[in-house]
């Protein structure tokens, strides 16, 4: 992937507290990226998916499903399945100084405690995530428990959350495409003024409609 970072003296406002941010953000350096430190060229690839907010690139035999309200028509995550594992990408707002990861992470683990499941911090590929172990009911009316990864990446002025589900949330063979995946995503925050965790807009491709089944 090519990529551009900007100089230091790009960037008169740099304080402590940046470079702290910046520290943290780290394992970002190999991906997944914000759109000002990519090459324009890198988001018209012919490999390269946008949805408005997110930029992504598939891979062989991975599907897109996208989770759309079905009163607004608006796009509200993004679904990638690779055979019996999924993908689920959403993008938030965030303030320019501070990630807001680690307080996001900490109310994801207090509502799976709520719904009577446990959450467990561990270091994985991106810095801290959450294991989850939740109980879930199909449709036959059966309790069992569902294991899902959640992570969550600092960006500059956003926050790209990530689950994995299925049998990529157990087996580190499987999570592989899911991990590459993701490093492969561009976020575009653009400009514009936004709430703290208001979402950000996501699209369908140019040309595409909503099958029934993809809609939330």
């Keep these: 992937m090519i990529f551009r970072r900007k100089a230091k003296n790009e960037d008169p406002e740099t304080t402590e507290t940046d ?12 991906g997944p990226f914000d759109s000002s430190e990519v090459d324009p060229s890198v988001l018209e690839a012919e490999d390269r998916i946008d949805l408005g907010a997110l930029v992504i690139t598939g891979m062989p035999g991975m599907e897109l499903r996208l989770q759309v309200d079905e009163q607004t028509g608006q ?26 990861w680690t307080e996001v992470r900490r109310e994801i683990a207090a509502e799976a405690s709520r719904m009577g499941g446990t959450a ?7 810095g801290t995530e959450l294991v989850l172990v939740v109980p879930v009911e199909d449709p036959d009316g059966q309790i069992f428990s569902q294991t899902s990864r959640v992570v969550g990446v600092d960006g500059p002025r956003w926050l790209l959350r990530a689950t994995v589900l299925g049998r990529a949330a157990v087996e580190p063979d499987a999570a592989a495409p899911m991990e590459e995946t993701l490093r492969n995503v561009i976020v575009v925050r653009g400009a514009e003024p936004m709430a703290v ?9 140019p040309g ?4 029934p089944d993809e809609e939330a």
């Excluded at 965790?197 to 491709?205: D, G, I, N, T, V």
């Excluded at 595409?208 to 099958?211: D, F, G, S, T, Y």
């Design 19 to 30: 470079a702290a941010v910046e520290e943290t953000a780290e394992p970002r350096a190999e």
């Design 75 to 100: 796009v509200q995550a993004i679904l990638l399945v690779l055979e019996d594992s999924a993908l689920e990408l959403r993008a938030f707002a965030a303030p320019k100084k501070t990630g807001i």
């Design 120 to 126: 467990t911090e561990t270091e994985g590929t991106f």
């Design 197 to 205: 965790r208001e979402s950000l807009p996501l699209q369908l491709p």
């Design 208 to 211: 595409a409609q909503p099958a």
